[in-house]
């Protein structure tokens, strides 16, 4: 019984490493992007995607000599799609999270980008303002004296998130005792409801606050508080794969190097970010 | 592959919504009703100064998709807030529960409307000359004739509409109410599994809708009680 047992795990296995082998590199591969995530990706006036993502995403296929075809998809119906194999890649700013990574395969993380509030200025935690702290949630006692510090400044306030995002679980598990929460389906949404004074913080990505923030009609909101990075932020933003394309990980990973070590990541990301978002090896 | 056990994991989730849902549902459909009965009785008029607002309202929100009118109402409006709050509306506004509701009763008003004002013009001529003949005024004829008779014959397609707007609320969820659908697409970033949880909340749905359906046709059933064969006592007693 247990012998057999054994012997057909293993004939699985076996078949698994075969299939590994046997995989042949793909020659044309579709990339999904949610276009709606300014400056990471978003689409421009005219329709065509644009931001660090679809830049970094042409740059990684010109190092692995393949096509590539970018694609817009909505954030959340992204990872059900992509294990259909409505397309290949998703590249969209998407955290490697413990529970992303039972669904789908990610490669190594291109960025790693801290998540924080962005309130009105004249508002208790928009006086505190902006601090350059970073708490990783591994850390948890520092990590929970920082969301004890936040906690009765949100109190009572109405916080929006993007729907299906590790920020969503991050305010649910901290904030929801003290704060409302409201389900976004894209950060675009959410920051004109900040705007038309619906709602009282945004909780999202740094780099994407500040770009909401550098447009006129925000310009009494700033960023406010620490940034807080890792724990089910996960280790980073990756490139989202099915678990089977093991070929295509490889390739990804191998240009991910490249371009983290010529620079390219950097200067892409000081080019659409306004600040280096390259992960520390 | 289908797991039961995930079915009955994510039901009492999703049901959690199914309160919101009918409350959306059920305050729109009673709103638009009382609005379609006004508009459809004021289209009756000759002046056009009347009836052309009311004509341009039911083009706008019969020509235009749902969506869009739940958008133009939650964001669109979102940026006239200062306005807004100038004549003390934006209290309203804000709220996205109301601007849900806002949208859905406009939108069920203009075919609500449009289905009345076909079925008071299909009342025959014959019956309404009849009423004013024995003397009854124009309120009374409406009252008594016009409306029972045009009720009955909308009722089919005013249960349409009725089920229309049940599955036009779960584009509330795009204005972050979680109703069944808002809680459907939580529940699927958070299992990937879109296949059951979509399933699940279908078969809510179909449920609610076939509670609808039934209750309408009790309703017209009781409603054409008079077009069905009453056996005498004669045929019953030989």
Known sequence: ??????????????????????????????????????????????????????????????????ECKIVAQDWDGMIPALTVGKF????????????????????QPYAVDPSGFAVAKDSELGKVGISNERFKLENEASAQAAIDKLKPLLKGKIIGVQAATANLEF??????????????????????????????????????LAATLGKPEFSDYTLAGP??????????????????????????????????????????????????????? | MIDFSFFLEILPKLLAGLPLTIELALTSIVAGFVLAVTLALAQQSESPFVVLPIRGFV???????????????YYGLGQFRHQ?????????????????????????????????????????????????????????????????LAFRQALP?????????????????????????????GLISQTYRAFEVFICAGAIYLTLNFAIIRALAALEYWMSRHLRHRPSTRDAAS
């Not at chain 1, 699985?12 to 992007?33: C, D, N, R, S, Y």
Request: charge should be neutral; charged fraction near 20%.
């Open chain 2, 157 to 185: 397609s005013y249960g349409n509409e009725i089920i229309l707007m049940i599955k036009g609320t779960s584009l509330a969820s795009i204005v972050t109410l979680m109703e069944v659908t808002g809680i459907a697409q």
């Open chain 2, 59 to 73: 083009a706008v929100f019969r020509g235009t998709p749902l969506l869009v009118q739940i958008f133009l109402t």
């Open chain 1, 227 to 281: 940034g807080f990075v890792g724990g089910l932020f996960g280790l980073g933003s990756g490139a989202g794969i099915r678990k089977e394309d093991i070929k295509l990980k490889d390739m990804l990973n191998g240009a991910i190097d490249a371009a983290i070590a010529d620079g390219t990541i950097k200067t892409l990301s000081l080019k659409w970010l306004k600040s280096d978002v390259t992960p520390v090896k």
């Open chain 2, 84 to 148: 807004l709050s100038a004549i003390g509306l934006w209290a309203v506004f804000r709220e996205p529960y109301w601007c849900a509701i806002i949208a859905l009763t406009l939108n069920t008003t203009a075919y609500g409307s449009e289905i009345l004002r076909g079925a008071i013009q299909s009342v025959p001529r014959g019956l309404v000359e009849a009423a004013r003949s024995v003397g009854l005024s124009t309120c009374l004829t409406y009252r008594h004739v016009i409306l029972p």
């Open chain 1, 88 to 107: 290949d890649v998703i590249m969209a700013s998407m955290f490697i999270t413990e529970k992303r990574l039972k669904i789908i395969d990610f490669t």
């Open chain 1, 1 to 66: 019984m247990k012998i057999s047992r054994i012997a057909a795990i293993a004939s699985v296995l076996f078949g698994l490493v075969q299939a590994a082998v046997a995989q042949e590199t793909p020659k044309a591969i579709t990339i999904a992007t949610e276009g709606a995530y300014a400056p990471w990706n978003f689409t421009t006036a005219d329709g065509k995607l644009d931001g660090f993502e679809v830049d970094l995403a042409n740059d990684l296929c010109g190092r692995m000599k393949i």
């Open chain 1, 171 to 208: 305010v649910k598990k901290y904030f929801s005792d003290v704060a409302e929460i409201r389900e976004y389906k894209t950060t675009e949404q959410h920051d004109l409801d900040l705007a038309a004074g619906r709602i009282d913080a945004l909780f999202a990505q740094q780099t994407a």
